[in-house]
């Protein structure tokens, strides 16, 4: 069982360039969202879904795109990447109901020179 | 503002000490209080508490939440250097909407 799976694990971009973060899981767990973590700040929330087809907004969505085709992938896209994107990248399902728990991916370092 | 503060930010202890690593919340329609350990890569989970004073436990870690005065501990005894990471405490809200502590960075020194 792979349960978050996260890729790249690290990438390096220039100011400007766009690319996509992925993100698969195989808990069949509805509820998947994307983080970011800063030195000496707590995760904040980038975008989550609650299914396929349903995305929303978390604290710091802007300069980042979601979409949810399946409840299997929730790719994070940065449309033109900028030096204060520059952080670790989490992405997170949750089983919900009694089992209200954030499984994590590896993570995802990016630098935005 | 739904916020999570934990103390102390960071810590250095040496193998054997106990430590004790703690969380405050003001929060909203509160659910739950989970803790997790962070090393080099991803957090993984340790406790969900979500009734005062039930103690839980695994291992020499221990945890347990006051939701009258809205805090919670960690508690490591004997502590090891396996233990060194950061710890995370993080309120579940309606729905499922997580705060995250800025977590306390704990080193155990052998």
């Known amino acids: 069982n792979a349960g978050v799976t996260q890729t790249p694990k690290f990438q390096v971009l220039k100011t400007g360039q766009s690319m996509t973060l992925q993100c698969a899981q195989d808990m069949n767990h509805e509820y998947m969202s994307w983080y970011r973590q800063d030195p000496g700040m707590g995760l904040r929330l980038i975008h989550y879904s609650v299914g396929a087809g349903i995305t929303d907004q978390g604290e710091v969505p802007n300069g980042y795109n979601v979409s949810r085709s399946t409840t299997e992938d929730f790719p994070l896209r940065l449309l033109s990447a900028a030096p204060s994107q520059t952080s670790v990248y989490f992405c997170?399902?949750?089983?919900?109901?009694?089992?209200?728990?954030?499984?994590f991916g590896a993570g995802s370092r990016l630098t935005v020179l | 503002e739904d916020k999570v503060v934990q103390s102390p930010l960071s810590l250095v202890v040496h193998e054997g000490d106990t430590v004790t690593l703690n969380c405050s919340y003001e929060v909203t329609n509160f659910r739950s209080l989970l803790w997790y350990k962070q090393e080099k890569k991803a957090p993984t989970f340790l406790f969900m508490l979500?009734?005062?004073?039930i103690e839980k436990k695994s291992g020499r870690l221990s945890s347990i939440l006051d939701k009258k005065e809205l805090f919670s501990i960690l508690n490591i005894t004997a502590t090891q250097t396996g233990d060194s990471a950061v710890y995370l405490c993080?309120?579940?809200?309606?729905?499922?909407?997580?705060?995250f502590g800025p977590g306390t960075r704990l080193s155990v020194l052998p």
């Open positions: 997170a399902t949750n089983g919900g109901g009694g089992a209200n728990v954030l499984t």
């Open positions: 979500t009734s005062s004073g």
């Open positions: 993080v309120g579940l809200l309606n729905g499922q909407n997580f705060v």
